[in-house]
């Protein structure tokens, strides 16, 4: 069973507004995935870390998209200004490495209005 | 362009049954193949993974077959239960970093 935590398990925004979700990783997993499920079970890499360095992330991550894995604390996820499009569930996953399996956290449901 | 293929979008069985879920993929450097279970409001689920060295893996009653040359992977799941009924998912990766997956195959098994 994973041991990703991920709060909260459902958030509801506002179009414009901000809309963040957190992510603690499975102890000794030192690589962080962020994932968007959408209602069509389409999945979108956003983006991912190893410790707190960014590796990879979309295009689109780095318009609206933030995302930091501070050390000694969550790793988070933050949407600036939300839009309709953007509801989905999204998830979380670590790693041991970037070769190792992924395991997911609940995921995150964001609903925007 | 989806890159990960899967079939059936839906597929129902009977308890007991041998439930089959394929997946086909376009990518030649895809190495690593992990298949997904998730349940309704729950995240996806490690079920069982291979990597393109092997062309078969056995966890229980889930058993993957691989075949490189054609691209083409499915999972086997025998003596189907009604605990299995989720969408299972087929993702692949090459190298390191992100896995991309398929649209997924939402199984049901009838008692």
């Known amino acids: 069973n994973s041991k990703v935590i991920q709060t909260p398990r459902y958030l509801v925004k506002g179009q414009g507004q901000k809309a963040k979700m957190r992510c603690i990783p499975e102890?000794?997993?030192?690589?962080v995935f962020w994932y968007q499920q959408n209602k069509n079970n389409e999945f979108k890499f956003l983006i991912n870390?190893?410790?707190?360095?960014?590796?990879?992330q979309i295009d689109m991550t780095e318009k609206r998209f933030s995302a930091e894995c501070p050390s000694n604390s969550p790793c988070s996820l933050e949407i600036q200004s939300s839009e309709a499009g953007d509801s989905a569930l999204y998830l979380c996953?670590?790693?041991?490495?970037?070769?190792?399996?992924?395991?997911f956290g609940p995921g995150t449901r964001l609903t925007v209005l | 362009q989806q890159q990960v293929r899967q079939s059936p979008q839906s597929l129902t069985v009977w308890e007991g049954e041998t439930a089959i879920l394929n997946c086909s993929y376009e990518d030649s450097t895809f190495n690593y193949f992990p298949w997904y279970q998730q349940f309704p409001g729950e995240g996806p689920a490690l079920l069982i993974s291979i990597r393109s060295v092997s062309d078969k893996k056995e966890d229980g009653r889930f058993t993957i077959f691989f075949n490189k040359r054609e691209k083409k992977l499915s999972l086997h799941i025998t003596d189907s239960q009604p605990g299995d009924s989720a969408t299972y998912f087929c993702a692949a990766r090459a190298g390191g970093y992100k896995v991309v997956f398929g649209s997924g195959t939402r199984l049901l098994v009838s008692p």
């Open positions: 102890k000794g997993h030192p690589v």
């Open positions: 996953a670590s790693s041991r490495d970037n070769y190792a399996e992924q395991f």
């Open positions: 870390f190893q410790n707190q360095e960014v590796l990879q």
